[in-house]
């Protein structure tokens, strides 16, 4: 092809000058420099040529694209014409050697095909690298050996010659793989895939190139413009500049914004083939230490960069945190599924900024809403299944600014709704399998009660005999062994079910009696709750009386089990407002983590006493509080205490 024939011919005319030049002809060294811009130049458009850059407006004038072939042709240009003036530049740059520009123009040459090489590898589909592989080593070796040629005279300002005679037999020996590359494909035109990592990775490649080259002419200037200080001052401005390149190479930041610059030279902003890859990865195949939420809060982030994000999930009445990532909150609040916040959320539908929200408040309005009081706030992802709102994700503001525009929207609106399925098809799950241990539960209380029909007509069998045996010493005997039996076997049965079978009918009742009720259970414990009546209230509830008096005692043993002898339990009472009352049972034990309450306080069958508890205390305790209108909060802190408070309505006066 006439790609090939270009090459050939300025390949000619660069060996045949630079042979001329070591036989001792008077050619000039601008000749063969000129020699040396052409053979790159030539290199450069095959590179360009095979990753389709002139197919389409080769000459538009693109800043934003340092490698297209218009901004490489500039560059040559400038490296001739800086060729006309080398005297003058070598004087103001403080050079001592007068070939020293055109050397550094070399190196800028070099590191430039090494990155189309690359590039061009890089983005060729998986189909087509057969094509170009042995061009692209070809190419490589070419400008592989002609960096080691020009950094060694860089560094010691001085040309090998030993090594600059060798590139002669270095282009003969890539002359077979060149052959080979040119029998695969003739026309040098394979389909290639050009991604914003192309243009990612040039820029920040190309970027860290020209960084360290102009670093090292500014240590070389300060070391020959600082006398005897120089070599101090060259090793430090080095090694300073060294620190600065590393600190801007791992910036989160940089790296945010250059994503950004190169997504806006796109027609579409996003590869969504690389998106949808890497959020897929991260949902199904992340960190398998990491939750379910949290892979899901991790997954939506990486899409915008965001800084962190948390979840809140819908349960009953109200909308629970439930996890975060990397945006840790000490004291999570709970937001009322009748709150003004939940209520713009159905009648925006969409996802919407703190802005939107602060735009969308009347002037009387409270101001005052977690969402808005956090500075770091960005974004609300509602969570949606049909008409519902399942849940939404609370984004942390990006690494850097961004203005969401139609495209961003539509991204995360999709990938939202993959996040809404997997969560609600997990809580689907887990409830099904909860649904399964309450069965399993139902088959065992049945052959429970089978074991509690045996022992009770063992003991009706005594009751008939003692009344003809009552005075036979042996049928004593024998009937103190029985019961012996049966009360040990009694007690293992209790010890299974843990809670005896109650009546559910509802009665009138006084609060305070059953709270003094359960507080006189514990008259001989080492560890006495305290009653705190704040504000001398009695009031008259409707509930089974057992029943409440079970959920609250479970809580209150909870705590006192939490806590050594030197702990506290305090039970304070207290009206909040018409029809309720509070209850909150304080102490100072070991407290429990926000993951903990998030997650397993109130699932049924997990419990942390192993085999001595079933795990479905507290759980009870919710729900049959939750039946009659009541409500449960929890607050606590790893080593330092527990606060339930626990609201139930009440009979009117």
């Not at 006439?2 to 050939?8: G, H, T, V």
């Not at 999930?313 to 439930?322: A, F, P, S």
Request: glycine share 4%.
């Amino acid at each position: 092809g006439k790609p090939f024939f270009l090459l050939i011919i300025s390949t000619l005319v660069w060996s045949a000058l630079l042979t001329m030049s070591q036989i001792g002809a008077s050619i000039a060294f601008e000749m063969v420099y000129i020699a040396e811009l052409l053979r790159y130049f030539t290199w450069f458009y095959i590179l360009q040529y095979v990753m389709g850059s002139y197919l389409d407006k080769p000459y538009k004038l693109d800043f934003t694209s340092p490698l297209s072939p218009l901004s490489i042709t500039l560059l040559f240009i400038l490296a001739i014409i800086s060729l006309g003036f080398n005297q003058q530049l070598i004087q103001l740059l403080g050079f001592h050697y007068n070939n020293a520009l055109q050397i550094i123009w070399m190196l800028i040459f070099t590191i430039l095909g090494l990155i189309l090489v690359e590039q061009l590898y890089r983005n060729t589909s998986l189909e087509n690298r057969w094509k170009i592989s042995f061009l692209c080593i070809s190419a490589g070796a070419v400008f592989i050996y002609d960096f080691f040629v020009f950094s060694n005279a860089f560094l010691v300002q001085k040309i090998d010659y030993e090594f600059w005679s060798a590139r002669g037999i270095i282009n003969v020996m890539i002359a077979p793989t060149l052959l080979i590359a040119s029998a695969r494909n003739p026309s040098l035109s394979p389909n290639i895939h050009i991604s914003r990592q192309f243009v990612f990775h040039s820029t920040t490649l190309l970027g860290s190139g020209i960084y360290l080259i102009l670093m090292s002419m500014a240590g070389y200037y300060i070391k020959v413009v600082s006398g005897e200080w120089g070599d101090i001052l060259q090793y430090t401005f080095l090694f300073a500049a060294f620190l600065l390149f590393s600190s801007l190479f791992f910036s989160s930041t940089l790296k945010a914004r250059i994503k950004r610059y190169v997504s806006r030279n796109f027609t579409n902003k996003y590869d969504y083939r690389e998106e949808w890859n890497r959020f897929s990865s991260t949902l199904l195949e992340g960190d398998e230490k990491l939750t379910i939420h949290l892979r899901s809060l991790q997954a939506v982030s990486q899409i915008v960069d965001s800084q962190g994000a948390r979840l809140w999930l819908k349960d009953v009445n109200q909308y629970n945190y439930c996890s975060d990532w990397h945006m840790p909150w000490e004291s999570p609040v709970v937001e009322p599924t009748d709150s003004p916040f939940i209520q713009f959320i159905y009648r925006n539908k969409e996802l919407f900024s703190r802005e939107e929200y602060l735009k969308s408040l009347k002037e009387h309005s409270s101001k005052e809403h977690w969402f808005l009081k956090n500075l770091n706030s960005w974004l609300i992802l509602p969570l949606w299944v049909d008409d519902e709102l399942f849940g939404y994700i609370h984004l942390k503001e990006s690494f850097s600014p961004i203005k969401l525009d139609h495209e961003d929207r539509e991204l995360l609106t999709t990938i939202t709704h993959h996040v809404t399925l997997y969560l609600s098809q997990y809580e689907t799950t887990l409830a099904l399998q909860q649904a399964e241990k309450f069965k399993s539960m139902n088959q065992m209380t049945a052959f429970l009660t089978h074991d509690l029909k045996t022992l009770l007509s063992q003991l009706f069998l005594l009751v008939e005999n003692g009344k003809i045996h009552k005075d036979n010493p042996a049928f004593i005997d024998d009937m103190l062994n029985t019961l012996e039996h049966v009360s040990q076997k009694m007690q293992r049965l209790v010890q299974q079910l843990k809670e005896p079978i109650k009546n559910t009918s509802s009665s009138n009742f006084k609060l305070l009696n059953v709270l003094n009720d359960i507080l006189d259970e514990y008259r001989h414990n080492p560890i006495k709750p305290e009653l705190i009546n704040t504000g001398l209230v009695n009031p008259e509830i409707s509930a089974n009386k057992s029943e409440i008096q079970s959920a609250l005692k479970h809580i209150i043993q909870n705590a006192t089990e939490s806590i050594n002898r030197q702990g506290f339990v305090k039970i304070e009472l207290d009206s909040t407002q018409i029809n309720e009352v509070r209850i909150r049972i304080i102490d100072n034990g070991n407290g429990m983590s926000t993951d903990f309450i998030a997650n397993r306080l109130f699932r049924p069958f997990d419990s942390t006493k192993g085999v001595s508890g079933m795990g479905i205390g507290v759980y009870q305790s919710r729900e049959y509080i939750r039946s009659i209108g009541g409500e449960i909060q929890v607050s606590s802190k790893l080593d330092s205490g527990t606060t339930f408070t626990i609201t139930l309505p009440t009979k009117n006066n």
